[in-house]
Structures are given as C-alpha cells and as structure tokens.
C-alpha cells in the first residue's frame, strides 16, 4: 500500500508559479507511473500530467502543455509538478496518483492540495 501526501498548494497571483510535491511512502516508487490531476470547482477531475517510472517520458493535458512541467526523483521518493504563467482557470485541488507501471489506472491517491490563483 502506498500512501502520497501533496504539498506546495497556496494562493498565487495570476501570472505566477508554484511548485507541488507529491512524496510517496510503503512501496517500491520506482515501479511507479505517477500522473498528476486536478479538479476545479464544480467540474470533473481532469488530467494534469504524468511520467513514467524511469522519468523519461511526460504527457500533458492540452491546457497545461508549456506551462507545466512534471518531474520525479526516485532517490527521494517524490515527483513534482512546476506550475508557471498561472491562470484562474488552473484554480483547483491537485492531487497525487500512482499507477503499477503495467497497469491502466490508478491504484493510489493523495488527499490533495488547493491551488488558488487569483486576478
């Protein structure tokens, strides 16, 4: 069983950056795929990014290409989501997963971290 904790959510200026960590703990992260997702208030949960076990390949949701990198550092059990330009619409909680590499869908879940941006 894994356990993710979020961290680095806060109030932002338009415009502005943030940096989210997503730390992983009780399982071996580097068989991971970790993605990252959002849900804005009153919609759906979307696709934010994520990246493979090894950190070689990343995919985005179309609204977030150029603006936001994920990354992953196995050494500290952590991946990070780089937030820049930020819009009201980026407004949301972010959450955390993490997928066994051969598999689909999500097995584990953070509990989330509200990113505000404000005009």
């Known amino acids: 069983q894994v356990q993710l904790v979020e961290s680095g959510g806060g109030l932002v200026q338009v415009g502005g950056s943030l940096r989210l960590s997503c730390t992983a703990s009780g399982g071996t992260f580097s068989i991971y795929t970790m993605g990252w997702f959002r849900q804005p208030p009153g919609k759906e949960r979307e696709f934010v990014a994520d990246?493979?076990?090894?950190?070689?390949?990343?995919a985005y949701g179309d609204s977030m290409k150029g603006r936001f990198t994920i990354s992953r550092d196995n050494d500290k059990n952590t991946v990070y989501l780089q937030m820049n330009s930020l819009k009201p619409e980026d407004t949301a909680v972010y959450y955390c997963?993490?997928?066994?590499?051969?598999?689909?869908?999500?097995?584990?879940w953070g509990q989330g971290t509200q990113v505000t941006v404000s005009s």
């Open positions: 997963a993490a997928r066994f590499r051969w598999r689909s869908s999500y097995d584990f």
């Open positions: 990246i493979t076990s090894s950190g070689d390949k990343t």
